[in-house]
């Protein structure tokens, strides 16, 4: 292998004392493997990373992390503010179950069916034939993971073996195969975004599937497209691509249909209002119930729901729920989300499956419309205990889940495994093991049971030089030139414009410009150290390697005339002072880094402390500023906005870079553009503000919990990012959008045509087609028995039950409002919604020409500003509507001198609202006002429609 890390991931606690256990962890089990557990993440540096599978479980608030006294500070104060707020009543209310308060979310009863929709009808009609004569078990394999850590992926199904359908395997992530070896590390969600680039986006996505599929993967998790980055120090918004919906719709919608274009499900992540870390997830923080994100439905259409929109437009198969609650429902038991507005509304035909223990409850969540429990796994890791598998089983058999709901479940995953074609492909499974780099490794890890070592890790090697062009041309768009002063960049590689000397002198300066211990030093890149090159979590990946950048900048200098000095630590030094006024140019490397919720570094738990660059990077960008005898370069590295005005109007630093999170070809991409190699065409997918004030009052982060669930309300409605810097007027250090590119363009000739008439609602629904039907009456229970002689694995998931005294009879407490009758949402019809949403309304052409002298990218943004005084027609409400929202763009590339026309359309969706009132989108009356340029700051020409 040639990932630089030990091979040895993985040292099982196991106990070796028999089959015969019940597969429960014992007390001292528990503490056997949470002391495992610590002793790796506080391991020594270079200390093999052990118990792979352990650490996403151990590490709630009181898990065996460095303490910093910071850090035991704020567990003092979360403890005391969790003590307070549960104290009385909710003290109580905790002691009798009566934890969760009624939940704000309506009630959407039942779960509409698949196969409702001509773009799938082909596979449901191929999924009947196959699950009509799946026993239950089968179809109980095929809703429920086997466990956290019990097969070879992150998310693995048992198969339906009578019918040949085979288990399924699901692996991250976004932005390559994690837990995995020989494969690409692609640039992250926030720089796919930055690109601005439809056909990256796309062959970004094809790349990373067609290096799933030789993994022998069926899902990949991802696209992320929440968190939408309300929170800007929200620990994952750098998994997304951008703080505005349609940038985020676009991105998605391009990487489903590349993912998919290879025949892997792809998964739109997560499904909704994840928008922070911090009490996302039971347990995990300390506190029983995770946050509630308070999403008034007008919001939820127009700014959250957007991305998943789209993502089931561009035919997504998969749908993942999120940790949290929404209105006080968790997102995966939460009906009104999953089947009022996803399955009936979008016209979803695939399956949802819940995040890694995102379910909580049972029957309640596939009455809900959840399909597919992950990992399998209940309420707790690895403890052997379904809220499905053999629960599942009885639930049918008790007739608390009604048979057709099971059937629904299994069909949306067998329609899906044939909607991309994977019945054609022979002998697909894995052929890597998440849990060890080592040849050999258990085939259930997770499992106490005793096992022999097979051959886990095949080492099949999916890179080539496509996907590591693709990655690095990617990793160049997405690199945003904020400020050019002078001309300074492209740099020419004997520095010929620079200093009066013939040799040239060039420091490069920062941590971040430099290897570090190595790009897989930590767990899940849990730790910021060396250059930042993804964030931490489920969504990074293990570096096959990293062009760091001082190599790659070094290389890229003509050493005949340029001397080339580093200095890789965060300090200006006396002695680095003196030789910085010595140089002719100066490079600055600063970075801030975020994660996921499972892990933390030094006082920084997943989510950002603040917007600042880490590592003290403004104080050393600014003195390297202070110091430098030349102009200085500065190039951030970073998960989302940070602050940059200590050093962003110093004279010296003549130009500033912000390169995103740039993925294995970092150095190379970053070398490309200072060099000139390619124009630099990234443009901002957020607003850059001055403060974290300036974002509104919704956007810190909740650090502490302010209630037993804490509550979230997203008071700001859809104001977020550069519709809030908008409506207040806030003059943004750097608009959303906003890019330098080494050459200049002229927009010119805007020309506004009407295609279709203004009318105020889509067309009424089309019908749909028939789901398939089965038989409806719940087999013998006798069927569901573990069969003779099976030899079971200790902690798996099975869908088996042992005697059949354990059905029980009587009746289950369905929910309110179980029983109401849904009308069909008028707003679908179609996946993604009504079709007529979709239309096209209006034809946009603008003259783009290239005035400079070199080749150049421009990306042309379509904005649009609804009529003014808009009313809801029944109830003459006043509705507010933003600024402008960005509803088109597309990049060109143009040579010197070089004219283009692009044409650019906007559908009815674009130009509506979300009525609340009719649940439908409306095209209010009026003039619309539609602005083109360069960013949401620099729109140079308006018209009217
Ligand atoms: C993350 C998901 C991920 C899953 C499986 C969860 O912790 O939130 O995004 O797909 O783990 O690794």
Redesign the pocket.
Same mark, same amino acid.
């Given at each position: 292998m040639s990932t630089t890390h030990s091979n040895v991931r993985y040292d099982p606690v196991r106990n070796t004392a028999g089959d015969q256990d019940d597969g429960d962890l014992s007390d001292d089990d528990v503490k056997a493997q949470s002391d495992q557990s610590h002793d790796t993440l506080l391991g020594p540096p270079g200390s093999t990373q052990s118990t792979r599978y352990l650490n996403?479980f151990y590490t709630g608030l009181f898990a065996g992390h460095r303490l910093s006294r910071s850090y035991i500070a704020s567990c003092f104060l979360i403890v005391t503010a969790v003590v307070s707020v549960i104290g009385g009543s909710g003290y109580w209310a905790w002691k009798t179950g009566q934890s969760q308060i009624e939940g704000q979310s309506p009630p959407w009863y039942p779960t509409p069916l698949g196969g409702t929709l001509s773009s799938w009808q082909v596979s449901y009609d191929k999924a009947r034939k196959l699950v009509e004569r799946m026993t239950l078990t089968e179809k109980v394999n095929i809703t429920t993971g086997t466990g956290w850590a019990q097969d070879l992926c992150?998310?693995n199904t048992a198969p339906a073996t009578n019918v040949g359908f085979p288990g399924l395997c699901l692996q991250?992530?976004p932005l390559g195969i994690?837990f995995a070896d020989h494969i690409t590390s692609f640039p992250a969600g926030i720089t796919v975004g930055a690109t601005w680039n439809r056909d990256l986006m796309r062959k970004r996505g094809a790349a990373h599937a067609r290096q799933a599929k030789l993994k022998g993967v069926h899902v990949l998790?991802g696209p992320?497209m929440g968190p939408l980055g309300r929170n800007p120090a929200g620990g994952r918004v750098w998994e997304g691509f951008g703080s505005d919906p349609v940038l985020q719709g676009v991105a998605a919608y391009e990487t489903i249909q590349g993912i998919q274009s290879q025949g892997i499900i792809a998964t739109a992540?997560?499904l909704i209002g994840n928008e922070q870390e911090h009490f996302r997830k039971s347990f995990e923080w300390g506190i029983p119930e995770a946050l509630s994100s308070n999403i008034d439905d007008r919001t939820l259409h127009e700014l959250y729901l957007w991305p998943f929109a789209e993502s089931v437009r561009a035919g997504v198969a998969s749908v993942?729920c999120s /940790?949290q609650m929404v209105n006080n429902s968790y997102a995966c038991a939460n009906s009104k989300l999953m089947n009022g507005i996803l399955k009936d509304e979008l016209g979803f035909q695939g399956f949802v499956q819940s995040?890694?223990l995102a379910q909580r409850s049972g029957v309640a969540s596939a009455l809900a419309g959840l399909d597919v429990s992950m990992p399998g796994d209940g309420l707790h890791w690895i403890d052997g205990k379904s809220l499905w598998g053999n629960e599942l089983t009885l639930s049918v058999l008790n007739g608390s889940v009604p048979v057709p709901r099971l059937n629904d479940m299994v069909t949306r995953v067998v329609a899906a495994w044939y909607q991309l074609g994977q019945d054609a492909w022979e002998h697909h499974i894995p052929n890597f093991s998440s849990w060890t780099d080592d040849e050999y490794g258990y085939l259930h890890e997770g499992s106490s049971t005793k096992q022999e070592k097979v051959i886990v890790n095949k080492f099949v090697d999916t890179e080539n030089d496509e996907s590591r062009e693709i990655a690095r041309h990617v990793a160049a768009e997405g690199i945003v030139l904020l400020k050019n002063d002078d001309d300074i960049l492209p740099l020419s590689p004997s520095l010929k414009q620079q200093g009066t000397q013939n040799r040239k002198k060039v420091a490069i300066i920062g941590e971040d410009a430099g290897p570090g211990n190595g790009p897989n030093h930590c767990e899940d890149r849990g730790c910021n150290q060396g250059t930042l090159a993804v964030g931490w979590?489920?969504?990074a990946t293990e570096f096959t390697y990293l062009v760091d950048p001082l190599s790659a900048l070094k290389a890229s200098f003509d050493s005949s005339t340029v001397d080339v000095t580093s200095s890789l630590a965060n300090k200006a030094s006396s002695s680095l002072r003196k030789q910085l006024a010595e140089q002719d140019l100066c490079i600055v490397f600063g970075n801030a880094d975020s994660g996921?919720g /499972?892990r933390f570094w030094e006082t920084q738990r997943a989510d950002r402390n603040d917007l600042e660059l880490q590592k003290r990077g403004s104080a050393l960008i600014s003195n390297v500023a202070e110091f430098c005898g030349g102009p200085v370069v500065a190039v951030i590295h970073s998960v989302g906005p940070v602050i940059i005005e200590k050093f962003v109007d110093m004279p010296s630093v003549k130009a500033i870079l912000f390169a995103n999170l740039p993925g294995q070809e970092s150095g190379n991409a970053l070398a490309d553009v200072i060099f000139g190699r390619i124009d630099a065409s990234g443009r901002l997918p957020y607003t850059l503000g001055k403060s974290l004030d300036d974002y509104g009052p919704g956007a810190p982060v909740l650090y502490y919990p302010n209630a037993f669930i804490p509550q979230v309300d997203f008071k700001e409605g859809i104001y977020v990012d550069y519709r809030h810097f908008d409506r207040e007027g806030i003059e943004p250090r750097y608009p959303f959008g906003h890019g330098l590119s080494f050459t200049t363009f002229d927009i010119s000739d805007l020309t506004i045509t009407e295609l279709k008439p203004k009318s105020a609602l889509p067309s009424p629904r089309p019908k749909g087609q028939s789901p398939p039907s089965y038989d409806e009456s719940i087999p013998p229970a006798e069927s569901a028995l573990f069969p003779n002689g099976f030899k079971k694995m200790r902690k798996y998931i099975y869908p088996y039950i042992s005697s059949t005294n354990e059905v029980k009879k009587g009746s289950y407490p369905y929910p309110d409002g179980y029983d109401i009758n849904h009308e069909p949402s008028p707003a679908g019809g179609a996946e993604g919604g009504n079709p007529s949403l979709y239309e096209e309304h209006v034809a946009v052409q603008v003259s783009v020409t290239n005035k400079g002298l070199r080749k150049g990218k421009e990306v042309v943004q379509l904005y649009v500003t609804l009529p003014d005084s808009i009313t809801e027609p029944t109830t003459g409400e006043v509705i507010d509507t933003p600024v402008k929202t960005l509803r088109n763009f597309t990049k060109i590339e143009l040579k010197p001198g070089e004219r283009q026309l692009v044409n650019l359309t906007l559908t009815r969706k674009d130009l509506s609202f979300w009525s609340v009132v009719r649940q439908n989108w409306i095209m209010p009356e009026g003039e619309f006002t539609i602005a083109v340029g360069r960013s949401s700051r620099e729109l140079g020409l308006q018209g009217v429609y």
């Amino acid at each position: 292998m040639s990932t630089t890390h030990s091979n040895v991931r993985y040292d099982p606690v196991r106990n070796t004392a028999g089959d015969q256990d019940d597969g429960d962890l014992s007390d001292d089990d528990v503490k056997a493997q949470s002391d495992q557990s610590h002793d790796t993440l506080l391991g020594p540096p270079g200390s093999t990373q052990s118990t792979r599978y352990l650490n996403s479980f151990y590490t709630g608030l009181f898990a065996g992390h460095r303490l910093s006294r910071s850090y035991i500070a704020s567990c003092f104060l979360i403890v005391t503010a969790v003590v307070s707020v549960i104290g009385g009543s909710g003290y109580w209310a905790w002691k009798t179950g009566q934890s969760q308060i009624e939940g704000q979310s309506p009630p959407w009863y039942p779960t509409p069916l698949g196969g409702t929709l001509s773009s799938w009808q082909v596979s449901y009609d191929k999924a009947r034939k196959l699950v009509e004569r799946m026993t239950l078990t089968e179809k109980v394999n095929i809703t429920t993971g086997t466990g956290w850590a019990q097969d070879l992926c992150v998310g693995n199904t048992a198969p339906a073996t009578n019918v040949g359908f085979p288990g399924l395997c699901l692996q991250d992530g976004p932005l390559g195969i994690r837990f995995a070896d020989h494969i690409t590390s692609f640039p992250a969600g926030i720089t796919v975004g930055a690109t601005w680039n439809r056909d990256l986006m796309r062959k970004r996505g094809a790349a990373h599937a067609r290096q799933a599929k030789l993994k022998g993967v069926h899902v990949l998790l991802g696209p992320a497209m929440g968190p939408l980055g309300r929170n800007p120090a929200g620990g994952r918004v750098w998994e997304g691509f951008g703080s505005d919906p349609v940038l985020q719709g676009v991105a998605a919608y391009e990487t489903i249909q590349g993912i998919q274009s290879q025949g892997i499900i792809a998964t739109a992540k997560h499904l909704i209002g994840n928008e922070q870390e911090h009490f996302r997830k039971s347990f995990e923080w300390g506190i029983p119930e995770a946050l509630s994100s308070n999403i008034d439905d007008r919001t939820l259409h127009e700014l959250y729901l957007w991305p998943f929109a789209e993502s089931v437009r561009a035919g997504v198969a998969s749908v993942m729920c999120s /940790y949290q609650m929404v209105n006080n429902s968790y997102a995966c038991a939460n009906s009104k989300l999953m089947n009022g507005i996803l399955k009936d509304e979008l016209g979803f035909q695939g399956f949802v499956q819940s995040d890694w223990l995102a379910q909580r409850s049972g029957v309640a969540s596939a009455l809900a419309g959840l399909d597919v429990s992950m990992p399998g796994d209940g309420l707790h890791w690895i403890d052997g205990k379904s809220l499905w598998g053999n629960e599942l089983t009885l639930s049918v058999l008790n007739g608390s889940v009604p048979v057709p709901r099971l059937n629904d479940m299994v069909t949306r995953v067998v329609a899906a495994w044939y909607q991309l074609g994977q019945d054609a492909w022979e002998h697909h499974i894995p052929n890597f093991s998440s849990w060890t780099d080592d040849e050999y490794g258990y085939l259930h890890e997770g499992s106490s049971t005793k096992q022999e070592k097979v051959i886990v890790n095949k080492f099949v090697d999916t890179e080539n030089d496509e996907s590591r062009e693709i990655a690095r041309h990617v990793a160049a768009e997405g690199i945003v030139l904020l400020k050019n002063d002078d001309d300074i960049l492209p740099l020419s590689p004997s520095l010929k414009q620079q200093g009066t000397q013939n040799r040239k002198k060039v420091a490069i300066i920062g941590e971040d410009a430099g290897p570090g211990n190595g790009p897989n030093h930590c767990e899940d890149r849990g730790c910021n150290q060396g250059t930042l090159a993804v964030g931490w979590g489920s969504g990074a990946t293990e570096f096959t390697y990293l062009v760091d950048p001082l190599s790659a900048l070094k290389a890229s200098f003509d050493s005949s005339t340029v001397d080339v000095t580093s200095s890789l630590a965060n300090k200006a030094s006396s002695s680095l002072r003196k030789q910085l006024a010595e140089q002719d140019l100066c490079i600055v490397f600063g970075n801030a880094d975020s994660g996921e919720g /499972y892990r933390f570094w030094e006082t920084q738990r997943a989510d950002r402390n603040d917007l600042e660059l880490q590592k003290r990077g403004s104080a050393l960008i600014s003195n390297v500023a202070e110091f430098c005898g030349g102009p200085v370069v500065a190039v951030i590295h970073s998960v989302g906005p940070v602050i940059i005005e200590k050093f962003v109007d110093m004279p010296s630093v003549k130009a500033i870079l912000f390169a995103n999170l740039p993925g294995q070809e970092s150095g190379n991409a970053l070398a490309d553009v200072i060099f000139g190699r390619i124009d630099a065409s990234g443009r901002l997918p957020y607003t850059l503000g001055k403060s974290l004030d300036d974002y509104g009052p919704g956007a810190p982060v909740l650090y502490y919990p302010n209630a037993f669930i804490p509550q979230v309300d997203f008071k700001e409605g859809i104001y977020v990012d550069y519709r809030h810097f908008d409506r207040e007027g806030i003059e943004p250090r750097y608009p959303f959008g906003h890019g330098l590119s080494f050459t200049t363009f002229d927009i010119s000739d805007l020309t506004i045509t009407e295609l279709k008439p203004k009318s105020a609602l889509p067309s009424p629904r089309p019908k749909g087609q028939s789901p398939p039907s089965y038989d409806e009456s719940i087999p013998p229970a006798e069927s569901a028995l573990f069969p003779n002689g099976f030899k079971k694995m200790r902690k798996y998931i099975y869908p088996y039950i042992s005697s059949t005294n354990e059905v029980k009879k009587g009746s289950y407490p369905y929910p309110d409002g179980y029983d109401i009758n849904h009308e069909p949402s008028p707003a679908g019809g179609a996946e993604g919604g009504n079709p007529s949403l979709y239309e096209e309304h209006v034809a946009v052409q603008v003259s783009v020409t290239n005035k400079g002298l070199r080749k150049g990218k421009e990306v042309v943004q379509l904005y649009v500003t609804l009529p003014d005084s808009i009313t809801e027609p029944t109830t003459g409400e006043v509705i507010d509507t933003p600024v402008k929202t960005l509803r088109n763009f597309t990049k060109i590339e143009l040579k010197p001198g070089e004219r283009q026309l692009v044409n650019l359309t906007l559908t009815r969706k674009d130009l509506s609202f979300w009525s609340v009132v009719r649940q439908n989108w409306i095209m209010p009356e009026g003039e619309f006002t539609i602005a083109v340029g360069r960013s949401s700051r620099e729109l140079g020409l308006q018209g009217v429609y």
